[in-house]
Structure formats: C-alpha cells, structure tokens
C-alpha cells in the first residue's frame, strides 16, 4: 500500500492517523468487492429522488465548486462572516390554536421560555380582524418579539391586521421585526387558483415604513408537503423568487429593495445530509440570481420549518427524534430561524407538553452542544460539498424549464409544477411502501396496542391543488382499518423447527404483519407439518405464515403449506425468499412470499382484503 510523508505538529497541522499507511482509492475498491463477495462497491450507490446518485464514498476533488467564505457571495458557507449574532439562530415557533385565549397564553409561555419570534397560521387561528390579532398579541413586546404570518389561502386581508396591530402600539416601527407571509404563488399552487403576483406590490407598500419587516414570504413547504424533491423545492422557490423580483422592480421598487423584500422557508426532513446541502444550495443559486438581476451582493434570509410529510399519527413519540434530526440539519445547514414541529402536531392541537419539547429541542442544541458557535460545521465534508453542488445544478436546470415555460405562475397553472411534484412523490411513495424508506413506529416495528395522545382535532384544509402527502399515511390508514375490525385481525405464526432456527424470521414476519394492525399468534415451534396445523386450528386465525430456516424449509415448507391449507388457512405466507423451491411451494399451497424489497403495503392490503376488512375500515364480508 502506498504511504504520504507524515506531518508533523510543528508546521501547524494536526496529523490524525498519521502513523498509518494512507491507502489508494483503488486499494479501498478491492478490499471493498472482497467484502461485498465479488459485487462493486458503485452497487451500494443509492438513486434520489431528484436523478442524484449517492456513491458509498467521497473522495477530494479539486473540479467541486469553490463554496467561498462565510458572509461573501455565494454565501454557500452562510450569510453571515462571523455567523449568527451572539452564536444564536431565531428559535421561531408556530402557533395554530383556534381557541385564541388558550393560544395567547401558548405564546406567552413559549416566549417566557425560550422562543425568540413566532409564526401565526392565520388560517388555523381563525384571525378575522385586528382584534383579534391584538387579544391573540396581548402581552407580547412587539418592539422585542418578531411576528410573521403565514397562511394557505393567501391574501392581504391578515396583513393588514397586523400593521394595524402595529401602528396602534407604543413601538417605534424601526423596532419592528416580522414578515406579512405573502406568497401568491404558493396559494396558487395550494389551492389551484390563478395567481394575483401584484400582491406582492402592495405588501410592499404595507410594510415599507418598517426597515426590518419584509412583506413576502416564499414558502416552498408547500410544495415540499405535497411530495416536492429537494431540487425541485430550490428551483420553485428561485422561480418565485424571480416572478416576484419581476413584479417589484415593474412599479418601481429598486432591485436591491426587492431583494430585501423576500424570506424565503425550506422544509427539512430526516434526511439530515439533504437538508444541509438544500439550505447551504439555496444561498448559492439565490446569490447567482441577485447577482445577475444587478442587485449587491447579499445573503437569503432562510427559515426552515421541520417537515409535515415525515409526521406521523401512529406512535407519534418517534416524531421526536424526527425534529430532532431535522433542527439538527436546519442548524447545521445555516438557517437564520426555525421553526420545530411539536410531537404530536399530526394529531391536533399540540398541548403545552408537547410545545415544551418542540421549544426545548432548539434550546438544548443551541445551550448545551453549541451548534449555534460554528461556522458552517459541515462545510469541508467531501459528500455535503458534492451533495450541494448536485442539488444547486439540479435545482437550475429545473428552474429554467420553469422559465422557459413562461415562470412559474404558467408553470402551476399549466400543471407543469404539479406533474413534477407527482412524479418525485410517486418516486418517494414506492419507497416507502417497499420500506427501502423506512418509517420507525409505523412501517417497522409497530405497537398496535399504543393509545395514542388525546387532542383537539382541526377542521380539514381544503386544497383543490397541492395537498399534504404524509407518507406514513397508507400505512396509517391500514392500521386504522384493522383496529376498527372485528373480531381483531390475527396471524398464525407456523414456526418449523428449534426456537433457534425459527426466531429470526418469526420475529420479522410478526413485524411485517403488525405493522397493518394484524397480530402475530407466537409459539415456539412445531416439529411436524400435522402438528403445525393442529395449532393453527386451535388458533382461531384465517391466515399464517411460515417461519423458520432454510434448512427447515428444505424439508418441512411444503408439507407445512399443504397442511396448512387442508386445515382451512385462506392465505399462507413463507417468509423468505423462495429460490428455487418457488414452483413446488407454491403449488403446495404457499400464496406469497413476504422478504426484503416486497411491496409491504400491497402485501397487508391484500391481507386485510382476504380478511374481508377494506381500507376505510368497513367490513367486505
């Protein structure tokens, strides 16, 4: 193996492992396909949604893109030189309960305790007038707290309310930080409506005597929710951000003014890598559109909000280690603020417990490990350096069919934006049904007997456009299904052999079939086909599954499957791949194959079909 001289400490670097041999990148390939018995290591290399290919290691490359330093175009590395202001980003929370006095005192609290601005979904709140606006705001020091709207159905009417709101306080409108959530685009693309892109002009002029309020908010969450890639969230907002640079500068705002104008919010899921690369991408191809629109050189204001698609019903305490990761990579990534979904926002109104935890994730990473203090902690790291250049060139090419096809209100109303969208959340959903994507608590390893948290339920979003797509949501819906059966689904587990040679497969068919709701009947195992179907029988269940060995199935599946059907099984299962004994055990009365890379949700459908339950919950029989 080859070696590199080794440096010492006295030139100022820190020579790591310097006592061992460095080896070649073709050296790491051979040793690699031994491990992996012959196959290429470029086999591991795993396929976006977006066309991108994640190879199982990256190496320098001098041909990368030049990220720059922090605070200097392209503002890759952040906005700011020294980063964020006394090592802090904007702990941002959202606040959505109609009922506005029990909401007023949310507030109070999440301000009492950490949250430095908030976000109103004016919608969800029921806001119908500055009144209201100002009991919701009772209490809040507006000069120090920054308010900014946002809401699915658009319009000025909220952003009105509260520059009311604010001229009828005591605070100088210098003191003033928000943003009036403006984004004709996205209501367009929500609700399947034409876009009034002029709103944006008035906004403008609503907000032009407060220096530190911006009056348009470009929202890609709402295309993100309905199933949107990564690159695809960056080209729509880079093709709104232009509609609306073009709208601003048309009635004579200047460029550097329409700039200052816009926010822009990324949603950031569990892919922690992802969203690092999005937000620092982001800053990139915005800095690429300022600079050849002729404004000066500055950075996107950024707010990432923890993604509502990831969110889940079934088992929502896992949702905590969701944000967890997706405040992890909003910070890491360079936001200025954001915003922490609570645990159980799936379910309902969050209660203060769950507002707590949300709150409390941004401050443990900005208290106790200090996230906040670093520069672009990512920055330097081979696979998030190639990671976002792929998804800024990505996201370009995709923005510019968009221009080419007129900007981006043609594209939504052509339904250009919406047949992408389908197509990467399509791409997204076959994953997830394969469990390729797996979702902890929902597609592996369920707990059908949880009881879930009791909340206020919200009246029901009507979206004619775009609408949310969580994707733990068909397997939720399956579950659901099998809970409200009767009698209750069950499974008969036909373990061949020894506990030791039927446990691991028992144990992940279990898995497999709870996860619709559909419990597993264990034992530990039968030495013969007839006393296999004695036990199913006297289990009382219409469907089993085979478990144990390879060696067992050799001997035992077939006379099992047999049995089993003689015995009255509807559906018998194998769990395993079948090879070459497909032909003989499924004329033996095997009906499917359960194993790695089935379509798990067909499968249980299909299960609860058998069972005479539908997916609404309704009984076939």
Known sequence: MTTEPVQSSADGNLALGAEFPTPSHDEWVELATKVLKGKAPDSLTVTTADGIGIPPLFVSDESRGDSGLPGSAPFTRGSAALGRTDGAWDVRQQHDDPDLGRANQAILDDLERGATSLVLDVDRLGVDSAADLESLLAGVYLDLIGVHLTSSTGGLTAARHLVDVWKKGSAPASALVGNLGVDPLATAARHGIEADVSMVVEAATLAAEFEAVRPVMVDTSVYADAGA??????????????AYLRELTTAGTSIDDACNALAFRFSIDTDQFAGIAKLRAARRIWARVCEASGAAAQGQQQNAVTASAMMTTADPWVN????????????TGGADSITTQPFDSALGVSDDFARR?????????????????????????????QLTDDLAAKAWDIFQQIE??????????????????????????????????????????????????????????VADGLSLRRRSEPFERLRSSAAGAAPAPTIFLANLGTVAENTARATYAQNFFEVAGIKGLANDGFATAADTATAFVESGAQLAVICSADPVYAELAAPAAEALKTAGATRVYLAGRPGDHEAAWTAAGVDEYIHIGVDVLATLDRALTTLGISSDGTSNA
Do not use: C, H
């Open 229 to 242: 890639s990564d690159a695809q969230q960056l080209a729509y907002s880079l093709a709104t951000g232009v």
């Open 320 to 331: 905590l280690l969701r944000v967890t990761v997706a405040t992890f990579a909003a910070a």
């Open 357 to 385: 935890l949300a709150r409390n994730t941004q401050l443990l990473l900005l208290e106790e490990s200090n996230l906040g203090r670093v520069v672009d902690p990512a920055g330097g790291s081979w696979y998030v350096e």
């Open 404 to 461: 080419a096809a007129g900007g981006m209100a043609s594209a939504i109303s052509s339904g250009m934006v919406a047949e992408q969208i389908a197509a990467s959340a399509e791409f997204v959903a076959d994953r997830v049904a394969k469990r390729k994507a797996a979702i902890t608590g929902v597609s592996e390893f369920p707990n059908i007997d949880e009881v879930l948290p009791e909340r206020d339920t919200r009246a029901a979003e």
